[in-house]
């Protein structure tokens, strides 16, 4: 533990509240407890090296992970961890095809997924995340097709990683992404995954479009952007049998990203499902059907359509 920051120390003095001023000791005690915690959290690393303690360190971290500051440095810095947190990855993937993952399994390595979540939100570490390639290690749980409960947390636990790489609005993490096969991935939990994995997967590909880069890497095919817009239409046929009023948002929110390019707009015109032109939705987005598309002249722009739709969106709680 000798080369971390010396706020991690476990040896900062405490001091000593004096008993006759209650204000006093409150604000005395707040660095106490600080220190404590962190106590617990670096014993709690230390045990994550030892095979027989790990099970009940993951566990214990991954439920406390936001009651430790700077957990995710201590992680990072903490001598062997990261490597125990990858050996309970690798060490699940035989038992992905022929599918044979028990709930023990999925719980455990979605607890080592947990801290990894971690360690890519934090601003300290998610470049160091990021250049070490961990994500590539989550890639197999999102390639698996199963829809038992067991699979569908740990694609769930595993997309989470990639939406807290995702949610800083970042070119570098959205260039590394795409060098990558996410948007295949994504693209196959949004046909068939969970309402909420559909969810978390349209949300990566919403944060992708936003960033210049991606929206000029999914525009610059007509086969990448009918990838994507096959995916988005099957989407909305689909809630149209079950509504999402959440899901929705980000397929439309997607719609109007590529409605930013030109070429993708003029192919929209064409391509858009027909169940966003009528009132087929009308009642999820809380709207009279006259706003609803149809009835807006097609002579505005799809930009501004989408703009219009957004709007009415941001009503939904």
């Known amino acids: ?119 890519a939100s934090h601003p300290d570490t998610r470049m160091l995340f990021l250049n070490a390639h961990i994500p590539l290690y989550l890639y197999p749980f999102l390639n698996t097709t199963s829809k038992s409960r067991p699979f569908e947390y740990l694609r769930l636990t595993s997309l989470g990683v990639i939406g807290a790489l995702v949610k800083v609005d970042d070119t570098e993490v959205i260039s590394f992404l795409l060098s990558t096969e996410i948007i295949p991935l994504c693209l196959r939990t949004m046909e068939m995954g969970s309402e909420l994995s559909k969810t978390v997967a349209t949300f990566i590909v919403q944060k992708i479009l936003l ?38 948002k980000h397929i439309i929110r997607c719609y109007l990203r590529l409605s930013d390019n030109p070429r993708a707009c003029d192919a929209l015109r064409s391509c858009l499902p027909d169940m966003l032109r009528d009132a087929t939705f009308s009642s999820c987005l809380r709207v009279s059907t006259a706003c ?15 703009r219009m739709v957004i709007f009415s969106l941001s009503i939904i709680r």
């Not at 106490?32 to 360190?57: C, G, I």
């Not at 609803?292 to 989408?306: E, K, M, N, Q, Y």
């Open 1 to 119: 533990m000798a080369n971390l920051p010396q706020s991690l120390s476990m040896n900062a003095p405490f001091g000593v509240p004096s008993a006759s001023n209650p204000a006093s000791a409150a604000v005395a005690g707040a660095p106490a407890n600080k220190d404590r915690k962190m106590a617990s959290a670096e014993h709690l690393v230390l045990d994550l090296s030892s095979p027989d303690l790990r099970e009940n360190a993951l566990l214990e971290l991954s439920k406390k992970r936001e009651l430790f500051q700077d957990l995710a440095p201590l992680l990072w810095n903490s001598f062997g961890t990261i490597a125990a947190l990858l050996q309970e990855i690798v060490s699940i993937y035989p038992v992905l095809s022929p599918p044979n993952l028990s709930p023990a399994q999925s719980n455990r390595v979605c607890n080592a997924l947990a801290l990894l979540q971690c360690v």
């Open 211 to 248: 960033d210049d880069v991606g929206l000029d890497y999914i525009c610059t095919t007509a086969e990448r952007f009918f990838a994507v817009g096959r995916v988005l239409g099957n989407m909305v046929a689909a809630l149209a049998e079950q509504p999402s009023s959440r899901l929705l």
């Open 292 to 306: 609803v598309i149809v009835h807006i002249p097609f002579s505005i722009t799809l930009g501004v359509i989408w």
